[in-house]
């Protein structure tokens, strides 16, 4: 259990308001699904204040949560991913790749950039997890490669079946937050509507 989560909860939900990073409407996912409600957290690195403590707190929880000295790299996931764990590999003293999402390869541009070695512990670094499909194919990739991956770090799991896709491809997510409990302290905190809060409890996969 992550020290201190009520605190780091409540910190959380403030870099949330703050940052405007919770909207609410008709947006359209990666996936083609559309969602009631957004979470854009690649809004954060343009708040310096507020992106050094989630880096910070990121840090800190993968630490508590798992040892760091059984991965050999760091991947982010593009885009979001990509800032978060390019500044953990840098704290972590850990090497940093990410996997090409889709799209024409030239010139030099290869599928995974940076350096994987056949039989490397590569752990996954997203900003949040819905349905597991950014970071499945990333994990398939690194593994076709003859990378390793068994553990996946994301800062919000928005508890819409990712968590279960990816255990079943034989990859565990470590969240730090859930999308419910974080809902739940934004209303006690009367940053969101009762509707907004229901509005987002409805898309929780149960």
Do not use: W
């Not at 204040?49 to 059984?70: K, P, V």
């Not at 079946?161 to 409990?181: C, D, T």
């Amino acid at each position: 259990m992550f020290k201190n989560r009520e605190i780091v909860e409540d910190e959380f939900c403030r870099i949330l308001r703050n940052t405007n990073a919770l909207e609410f409407g008709a947006f359209k996912l990666s996936t083609g699904r559309v969602t009631p409600y957004y979470i854009d957290l690649r809004l954060i690195p343009s708040f310096p204040d507020a992106f050094h403590r989630i880096i910070e707190i990121y840090a800190n929880f993968m630490r508590e949560e798992l040892d760091t000295q059984n991965f050999d790299k760091i991947a982010g996931i593009p885009v979001a991913g990509i800032p978060l764990a390019s500044i953990l590999a840098f704290q972590l003293n850990k090497p940093f790749l990410y996997v090409r999402q889709g799209g024409k390869l030239r010139g030099r541009e290869r599928r995974i950039e940076g350096v994987l070695i056949s039989g490397d512990r590569v752990l996954l670094i997203d900003d949040l997890i819905t349905t597991g499909l950014s970071l499945k194919r990333t994990a398939t990739a690194i593994r076709s490669e003859g990378g390793i991956v068994t553990d996946a770090f994301v800062l919000l799991d928005r508890e819409e079946g990712g968590e279960k896709r990816l255990a079943q491809n034989e990859v565990e997510v470590h969240s730090l937050f859930k999308i419910s409990e974080v809902a739940n302290r934004l209303f006690e905190m009367n940053n969101i509507t009762e509707d907004q809060l229901k509005t987002i409890l409805r898309q929780v996969k149960k």
